[in-house]
């Protein structure tokens, strides 16, 4: 299957006219009035890169070292929940994609496939796992369980989601609220036979961690909205001391925005930083993540830092490497792949973008993406855009 699209926006406007509104709204959306959202993208066009000319260039490298891995592009597909409503077995496909094209895939903590179907389904290559902690600490032990016997490599602890944002799409589409489908709901499902054909195929979806545990809820809506509750406001470092004593693998923070913070984490053992804003669907108004970026990098001292949020284009990946960033995490622009043209869309995502740093490479006079993370700040006309670092 061929999916011809030209850029990540393209993917997104096939996304929309194929999925329900409900869903689209869900991946697509962010908090309140969508501000920091908008910064999220908005921000990376802040920063001007230095193109330099007659530079002899062989053919780009564009391998990196990030999460203890060379890997053959800087980026890799992070945890998007419930991928497995915008394509069949959407957690899977992506998965594939990631895994053909030397990339690792983390599967979020609210995805319909568990970590056992990803392995029964032929996915050997390399996995990560969103985990939230959540009141029943035992069932988070348990979810550790799952992913020690899945051979996961890297655990993304998410710590930015004790209160959950107001999401206005969300709520005027009643998904969280929602315990069943109603006529409006059914309706917009029915404007868009071929994703209900698809989803027929697939099976009935359920969130994956929680599968045959009856006080979660009968249905995907039901369970959804339990496991959301069920996120515990108290999380504290004493819990990350803990998971990090119990989790012998690579663990992160998923969801740092203020320097104090990454140097908490970096206190507290872990392997890497993932500066996130959850996409901007928490606390509007909250930096950009590529502005928070250089301050965390500062205040990290040497611990890995990955960014996740706003990634559309190549030149966006190769800005945040230059700015520190070890590697980043796609989000929004895959999981409109897996919408537009599952497996093969995702795949086209991947392919786009791994072109797009090839040739911002080669204006810049880079041969390689090693050679980008050497150079640093030196890539931008103003090496300070940002302002300098915020060492509150």
């Known amino acids: 299957m061929t999916i011809a699209f030209a850029n990540v926006a393209d993917a997104r406007r096939l996304a929309r006219r194929r999925l329900p509104k409900i869903f689209f709204d869900y ?39 990030f999460l203890g891995q060379r890997h053959a592009l800087p980026f890799m597909l992070g945890p998007v929940g419930f991928l497995g409503l915008f394509a069949g077995g959407g957690e899977i496909l992506a998965a594939r994609a990631a895994h053909a094209a030397g990339i690792p895939s983390c599967l979020s903590n ?22 939230y902690v959540l009141k029943d600490r035992g069932l988070a032990d348990e979810f550790l369980a799952a992913a020690q016997a899945a051979g996961v490599e890297t655990l993304h602890l998410t710590v930015d989601t004790a209160v959950t944002g107001i ?13 069943r489908i109603g006529p409006r709901m059914g309706l917009g499902m029915a404007l868009r036979p071929a994703w209900v054909v698809d989803m027929l195929r697939a099976g009935r979806p359920g969130v994956g961690a929680v599968r045959g545990r009856a006080e979660f809820g009968a249905n995907i809506l039901e369970q959804a909205g339990t496991l959301s509750r069920l996120i515990d406001p108290a999380l504290s470092w004493a819990d990350v001391d803990r998971l990090r004593e119990r989790w012998s693998g690579r663990m992160t923070i998923k969801g740092i925005l203020h320097p104090e913070d990454a140097r908490r984490a970096r206190q507290a053992g872990v ?19 590529v502005s928070a970026l250089p301050g965390i990098v500062e205040a990290a001292d040497g611990l890995e830092v990955l960014l996740d949020g706003g990634i559309r284009r190549g030149t966006d990946i190769v800005k945040a490497l230059a700015l520190g960033a070890s590697g980043v995490l796609l989000g929004r622009a895959y999981a409109w792949g897996i919408a537009a043209g599952g497996e093969a869309g995702a795949a086209r995502v ?23 993370k050497r150079l640093g700040r030196d890539a931008f006309v103003d090496r300070d855009v940002f302002g300098p670092a915020d060492r509150s």
Do not use: Y
């Open 27 to 65: 991946v697509d959306g962010g908090a309140s009035a969508e501000a920091t959202l908008a910064a999220n993208t908005g921000d990376f066009d802040r920063l001007s890169l230095h193109q330099r000319v007659l530079a002899g260039l062989e053919p780009r490298d564009l391998s990196t070292v």
């Open 110 to 131: 609210f995805s319909i496939a568990s970590l056992d179907d990803l392995r029964r389904a032929g996915c050997a290559g390399p996995l990560q796992f969103q985990l």
């Open 167 to 179: 999401r206005e799409r969300d709520a005027r589409n009643g998904f969280r609220a929602a315990t």
């Open 271 to 289: 392997d890497a930083i993932v500066v996130s804003n959850h996409g901007g669907r928490q606390l509007d108004g909250a930096r950009s993540t």
């Open 350 to 372: 991947i392919a786009l973008l791994k072109e797009e740093i090839d040739v911002t490479l080669a204006l810049m006079g880079l041969s390689s993406v090693d050679e980008l």
